[in-house]
């Protein structure tokens, strides 16, 4: 056990609810989202785990009761994960979904794996959390948002130019 725990996850013990992610992407996106819509995790004692992997068993076992019929920990907890089935790109360079089939196969292989008692897998639609929001409504927004960065990340590497020139020139 303190192989696995640090000052990040171990938090977890006093959490009212958990919400395990993989990475980095799931473990910024989740919280602002959640925040962006009102319902801020901090003040619902809601603690975000990145497990840097899949390994979710490795800390969601820690709410799971071997002998359930003797009580289970009342602690909700929900690994977010990827479906993680790459799309094939065709000749033309056209993303090609997965069959229908197959992802059911990979979601009900994930759920049966991670879903017992207090503990439930969200799992995304196709590939990677990150691909799915790429791909969704949100795409014209994350587009905007890019290309918004782009020119607010020129304008401060103008800044700076600016800011080292009139510094050189002080000198």
Excluded at 70 to 97: H, M, S, Y
Excluded at 130 to 144: G, K, M, N, P, V
Aim: charge should be positive.
């Amino acid at each position: 056990m303190e192989r696995f725990l640090d000052s990040t996850k171990a938090d977890l013990f006093f959490a009212q609810g958990v919400i395990m992610v993989e990475g980095d992407a799931e473990n910024i996106l989740i919280p602002t989202i959640a925040q962006i819509i009102g319902l801020p995790l901090s003040k619902n004692g809601i603690t975000v785990l990145n497990v840097g992997s899949t390994a979710f068993l490795r800390y969601s076992r820690i709410f799971i009761r071997a002998n359930p019929e003797n009580g289970t920990i009342n602690i909700p907890v929900a690994c977010i994960t990827d479906l993680d089935i790459k799309p094939e790109i065709n000749t033309q360079d056209q993303l090609i979904d997965p069959t229908p089939e197959t992802i059911e196969v990979k979601r009900e292989g994930i759920t049966a794996r991670l879903t017992q008692q207090n503990v439930k897998a969200f799992i995304s639609p196709n590939w990677t959390l990150e691909h799915d929001f790429a791909r969704s409504t949100f795409q014209e927004d994350i587009l905007r948002a890019v290309l918004w960065a782009k020119k607010y990340k020129i304008v401060i590497l103008l800044g700076l130019l600016i800011l080292r020139r009139t510094k050189l020139k002080k000198k």
